[in-house]
């Protein structure tokens, strides 16, 4: 079975950090991006950050600079640190994955993980 398992979400303080990791299974990590969406309340799914087995990292404007979105291959796992939270980052974050050389959109994701609730409190 194709898993995407999210975790690390919780409450924090604005300005602070959290990381989320997500692991993976059922599935070849190196043909895949990995990444993060989220999805805030009353508002459309996000497009935030992947991976690709090679390195290459995206990020969404939204985040760039405060996250930082890392993998260890080893583990089939992919990270995402998250810092200088905003009460606007308040989501439900999703690990997804993408085949690669598919573009980072919601609408050709293949796997998508269960979410982990990320509230930042001002």
């Known amino acids: 079975d194709v898993q995407l398992q999210a975790s690390g979400g919780g409450l924090v303080q604005a300005g602070g950090s959290l990381r989320l990791s997500c692991v993976a299974s059922g599935f070849n990590f190196d043909d895949y991006a990995i990444g993060w969406f989220r999805q805030a309340p009353g508002k459309e799914r996000e497009a935030l950050s992947c991976?690709?087995?090679?390195?290459?990292?995206y990020y969404a404007d939204s985040v760039k600079g405060r996250f930082i979105i890392s993998s260890d291959a080893a583990k089939n796992m992919v990270y995402l640190q998250m810092n200088s939270l905003k009460p606007e980052d308040t989501a439900v974050y999703y690990c997804?994955?993408?085949?690669?050389?598919?573009?980072?959109?919601?609408?050709?994701?293949?796997?998508w993980g269960k979410g982990t609730l990320v509230t930042v409190s001002s």
């Open positions: 991976i690709n087995p090679d390195g290459r990292r």
């Open positions: 997804a994955a993408v085949r690669l050389g598919r573009a980072w959109l919601e609408n050709v994701i293949e796997y």
